[in-house]
């Protein structure tokens, strides 16, 4: 979504942490409008289940864009069971070079347990160097903090956690209602 279409569309950070095993996808609730909180509850990390095998994504950006782009994924997945990594290039190829799918504004953070990476409509697939990536208005906020957090003795979920809660109290477009997803190694 364009600034220029939906001018104050703001909302969503999303964090993806991979440690010790396991590999969690959180995201804060927040959706607002300008100086408005249109909602504080949305979902915007969800398990999906192509083909029986277990996929984490996270989206920020246009709600309608990002089921979208689920879908996609979704189906890339079906027709290459157990690939993320294919898949999510397959998608990022398709989004980059499809003239109706060019228009969508969103991103998404994936994994199946094991991989991690970002999808952007610019054909990219990027997998995070530091085990931590975060997108969304926060984004910035999350990753400085989890990866500051990655040495801890903190596992995944509670890196996660606290870099949302970090992001939320700089990000007025973050809350603190989280959706958390994990999924082992």
Not at 69 to 74: D, F, V
Not at 105 to 116: S, Y
Request: some cysteine; proline content about 3%; charged content about 25%.
């Amino acid at each position: 979504m364009a600034d220029d279409q939906f001018p104050g569309w703001h909302g969503t950070t999303i964090i993806g942490v991979r440690k010790g095993g396991e590999v969690v996808i959180a995201g804060d609730g927040q959706v607002s409008l300008g100086q408005t909180v249109i909602k504080g509850t949305a979902k915007k990390v969800r398990k999906l289940s192509p083909g029986g095998y277990d996929i984490i994504a996270g989206f920020a950006g246009s709600t309608a864009d990002a089921f979208t782009l689920l879908e996609r994924l979704e189906a890339k997945l079906e027709a290459t069971p157990g690939q993320l990594q294919r898949a999510a290039v397959e998608l990022a190829k398709d989004w980059r070079t499809d003239k109706y799918l060019q228009k969508l504004e969103a991103m998404l953070i994936v994994t199946d347990g094991t991989e991690l990476y970002v999808v952007t409509g610019a054909g990219d697939v990027l997998e995070p160097e530091h085990d931590v990536t975060a997108i969304g208005s926060g984004g910035n906020y999350a990753l400085a903090a989890g990866r500051a957090l990655m040495d801890s003795d903190m596992n995944a979920e509670t890196i996660a956690r606290k870099a949302m809660a970090i992001a939320s109290d700089i990000c007025v477009y973050t809350n603190g209602n989280l959706t958390v997803e994990s999924l082992p190694k």
